[in-house]
């Protein structure tokens, strides 16, 4: 029989396996583990365990199943019933591979150093940060005198500027890079 083709309501398990396309023992696994139900006769409701079976059954198992589930019974390619392809299951699964290859794709980017954990860049950009301030903040300090000594503003500005400049240019922040994740090593090594 093909799965579509229209059959009586009620069937025995055997004709129901045939309708579905698949081997008796499945149908019997099917009913003690709940996923689909018999009628009080003893026979089974096709419309009824056709929605159940759609719903119940993962679809993930039912390869490993298949070889277990026949029972001597030669089906046909053609007679194997169509397992739903946009299931629950199927779309959770999906996600859960989806997720899994991403963090195995951020993994593989930190151990080539091509990505940095959020802490370890909020630290680096804080470090940074504070080391431009400093140089910058240290400008008056350094200038105060001369600065009062002199009163045309463009020489004011062009003493200004210099300065600004020396201070930002000192700054090397590769080496500074290269410190934190030498201090970063260590600790995590425990060396400290």
Known sequence: MEPNEQIDDEVSLRA?????G?????VQKAIESGRITKQPTGKISVRLA???????TDVGKRGMDKASDLDGDDLDDEEEAVVPQNSEYQRHRT??????????RIELDMLM???LKLEDATRMVFTSFRTIRDAIMNVPARTKDLLAAETDPYRIEMMLEKELAAA??????????????QDQEETEDGSL
Not at 50 to 56: I, L, R
Not at 95 to 104: A, I, L, V
Not at 168 to 181: N, T
């Open 95 to 104: 996600m859960r591979e989806e997720t899994r290859s991403m963090k195995e």
């Open 113 to 115: 150093g091509s990505v």
């Open 16 to 20: 129901y396996a045939r309708h579905r």
């Open 168 to 181: 930002l240019e000192a700054i090397d922040l590769k080496s500074m890079f290269k410190d934190q994740s």
């Open 50 to 56: 056709d929605a159940q079976w759609a719903a119940n």
């Open 22 to 26: 698949v081997a008796l023992s499945a």
